[in-house]
């Protein structure tokens, strides 16, 4: 591109016609014709723009003629040269004052884009913050409303537990009673039946007594009614006691294996955990019934302690995998369970800083693994 | 930067008077096309609005041409002065071989002077050239007025510089701008003769350079 200040030529300064029309002109004043052109001719003399010369003049009848004519169209140049230079310079000045507002306009644009994808990641936070907020307002509500559940469960279970006491006690006093009184009746096959119906009555409402007592125990420990101290416990003395009262439960008909390792005592609730060690083990037998195997082992590394209990009973089905830690679900018969075992387990974990993860599957068995810190988090 | 054509053995150099608005850059040049009286003289085109400030430039173009034949031009611009006129002050900075800075010797202009000289700075930045490096005179004009600024503390003020020591001019009176014009021509020197050999190929030397540019009326050639 030529600059603004470039020598212009003959050609930049007048159009062909133009020049005919000067040439004419120029013919008219003078005696004889005269031709301005860029080539140098015969008689020509040059005509003269900022020191340059840009054309030459030839033909006239003399050369005074000839240095009259160039000297008219160099003076002719100058006001054609002028307003050529300034069109010229306005036109680069405007080409490049447009390039910078292109540019500032193209930096506008891209400073606006990057405003304006700014601006959609917040929105996309404020939505995300929204959505969290409204979860945990879900869920505070949720838990408002199984705590007040539970204390409601907690006060009805402290209120049941001292008639069931006097009936559990008087029921074995009854039952005692009945077997003092066989000697005394006649010996005839109707008392017999009679009193062994009696006994039969009563033993099984012994059982439903146990089972209330238990299911209370359960609602206080959910409800931690009656919290006992921190105290510093072994695990593995925690879990053979659990061992040995679900193999009471169980009439001792369990196959359980035992496979303890030396465990640090870790600070915690003793009756929390071992309700916590019973229910999970109560499972395990519930769920391998006579001749299936439980394995129980205990772990230790320097992050923290693991117990281990497995067994190869009849597994969760996959259904119902997501709502074994639901308060109150229970795949038992009514009566049979409170729906509150596991969760009882997993908030007692939770509450020494540890984790619960439950592996099973359906037929093949269950292993659950209850992962405790040495060190709690203060 | 020197426009050289080998075919036509022609050097073009470009001047420019820079400076703040109204501070008589379009003056010199009307002096030295007045006052100087080189061997080869063009027309002054002013380009002016109505009420005589520059909208465009103004250009005086001289020249000589050495016995070796070398033909060499200066062309002499002005740019606006006034600040809405920054484009065309770039645009006609372009490519200069050499800067008078044209300041106000006023003591109420001196702001606007810095101003220009900061302006001039980054013209020259975005154009490409450097300002340290650049041939420049910097005239101190309109020291005819009453209310100036004491010559001894602008030298003493400029005295750190590469532009010391400062001209000193009345360019309506006509003084001090053949001084300034021959104190730049004596800067430009240095670089066109190291780059062109004008002392060993074309017999131009310091003096004759200077002096023959800058003859003025009634004053024989170097």
């Not at chain 1, 020191?51 to 169209?73: H, I």
Request: with cysteine.
């Amino acid at each position: 591109m030529r600059n603004f200040e470039d020598d212009p030529t003959l050609s930049d300064l007048l159009t062909p016609d133009q020049l005919q029309r000067l040439s004419n002109g120029l013919s008219a004043l003078c005696r004889k014709p005269v031709e301005i052109s860029e080539n140098r001719a015969g008689d020509a003399v040059p005509v003269e723009f900022n020191l340059e010369t840009v054309g030459w003049l030839s033909g006239g009848a003399s050369d005074g003629e000839r240095e009259a004519a160039a000297e008219l169209v160099s003076f002719l140049m100058l006001f054609v040269a002028k307003y050529r230079l300034a069109a010229n310079i306005h036109h680069d000045t405007t080409e490049a004052s447009y390039a910078e507002l292109q540019r500032q306009n193209e930096a506008l644009r891209a400073s606006e884009a990057k405003y304006r994808e700014l601006s959609d990641q917040l929105q996309q936070k404020v939505d995300e913050q929204v959505d969290v907020i409204r979860q945990t307002q879900q869920e505070l509500y949720e838990s408002a409303r199984l705590r007040s559940v539970g204390h409601l469960a907690a006060g009805v279970a402290h209120e049941i537990n001292n008639p069931v006491g006097f009936i559990s006690s008087n029921l074995r006093v009854a039952r005692d009673y009945v077997q003092n009184l066989e000697p005394l009746l006649p010996e005839t096959l109707e008392n017999r039946e009679l009193l062994e119906d009696f006994q039969d009555l009563l033993s099984e409402s012994i059982e439903g007594t146990d089972r209330i007592a238990s299911i209370v125990a359960d609602l206080k420990t959910f409800s931690s009614i009656d919290q006992a101290d921190n105290a510093l416990c072994d695990l593995n003395s925690l879990l053979r006691s659990a061992c040995h009262l679900v193999q009471t439960e169980h009439d001792h008909r369990l196959n359980i294996t035992e496979n303890l390792a030396e465990l640090p005592r870790i600070p915690g609730h003793p009756s929390r955990l071992s309700q916590t060690l019973f229910n999970l083990l109560d499972n395990a037998a519930r769920a391998v019934g006579d001749d299936g195997r439980i394995l129980v082992r205990t772990l230790a590394d320097n992050t923290g302690i693991q117990v281990i209990i497995q067994d190869n009973g009849c597994g969760i089905p996959e259904t119902v995998r997501s709502q074994v830690f639901d308060a109150f679900f229970t795949t038992r018969p009514v009566g049979s369970g409170t729906g509150l075992g596991l969760t009882v387990a997993r908030d007692t974990v939770r509450a020494h800083g540890g984790q619960l993860t439950l592996d099973s599957q359906e037929g093949a068995g269950t292993r659950v693994v209850v992962s405790l810190p040495v060190q709690q988090g203060s | 930067m020197p426009d050289f054509s080998p075919e036509d053995n022609k050097l073009a150099l470009k001047v420019v008077f820079y400076g703040p608005a109204l501070s008589g850059k379009t003056t010199n040049l009307m002096q030295l096309h007045s006052l100087l009286n080189p061997e080869r003289k063009g027309e002054l085109m002013v380009l002016e609005t109505r009420d005589d400030r520059t909208l465009f430039f103004d250009m005086l173009p001289i020249g000589l041409r050495s016995h070796s034949g070398l033909d060499l031009r200066l062309k002499l611009y002005t740019v606006p002065g006034q600040v809405q006129h920054d484009s065309t002050r770039k645009a006609v900075l372009s490519r200069a071989d050499g800067v008078v800075f044209v300041a106000d010797s006023q003591v109420a202009q001196q702001d606007n002077n810095a101003i220009a000289f900061g302006n001039l700075e980054d013209n020259l930045d975005k154009v490409g050239l450097d300002i340290d490096t650049l041939p420049m005179v910097v005239q101190f004009n309109k020291r005819d007025l009453p209310a100036v600024v004491d010559e001894a503390e602008l030298q003493a003020r400029w005295a750190g510089t590469p532009w010391a020591p400062l001209a000193m001019a009345s360019a309506l009176q006509g003084t001090g701008v053949i001084e300034t014009f021959q104190a730049l021509l004596d800067r430009l020197y240095t670089g066109i003769d190291a780059e062109f050999d004008l002392a060993g190929k074309h017999s131009i030397d310091r003096s004759t350079f200077i002096g023959r540019l800058s003859a003025s009326h009634g004053v024989d050639d170097a």
